[in-house]
């Protein structure tokens, strides 16, 4: 082998590993920005709650008891926001298996109630065609829901 053909050899290993490397910066990245979006999802859910600490009345309302209709309006549309957001970031692949499998649970949980029911009826058609889908899957048929919970008392 010439000289040649070792300077071109070594300058192809060179530009190998230096891909390599890209390639690792760019995983290790983009799992930062995942692990970012996971807490910045879990920030807003506990600023959503914590609006209940400072106004008890929209404790009510998560657990499907009468309020003041504007106020209950709000509260659940911000609550819908935030599955909007679930619901992008699971079709991103954004959150693990299991995280989407959970967060569905507390849908599904939070759709049992009457007044989240309604309020989706009211205002579905304001969002996409695929997360109507997503919403309207975990939202249980009267039949589904358990007796004593507040979809079944309506």
């Not at 600490?53 to 926001?81: C, M, S």
């Not at 939070?110 to 304001?126: C, D, I, K, L, T």
Request: glycine share 4%.
């Amino acid at each position: 082998m010439s000289l040649d053909n070792y300077i071109s050899l070594i300058s192809a290993t060179i530009a190998f590993a230096g891909l390599l490397l890209v390639g690792l910066q760019l995983k290790e990245s983009t799992d930062q920005r995942r692990l970012e979006s996971v807490l910045h999802f879990y920030g807003i859910n506990r600023d959503i709650i914590s609006l209940g600490f400072t106004n008890p009345e929209l404790f009510q309302i998560l657990h499907g008891q009468k309020a003041d209709p504007l106020v209950e309006r709000h509260y659940l549309q911000l609550w819908f926001n935030q599955f909007a957001l679930i619901h992008s970031f699971k079709n991103r692949k954004v959150f693990p298996v299991d995280l989407c499998e959970s967060m569905e649970r507390d849908i599904r949980y939070f759709m049992e109630e009457g007044n989240a029911q309604r309020h989706w009826q009211q205002n579905r058609v304001y969002y996409p065609a695929a997360f109507q889908t997503f919403i309207d899957h975990l939202t249980p048929s009267k039949a589904d829901v358990p007796e004593g919970t507040s979809a079944s008392k309506e």
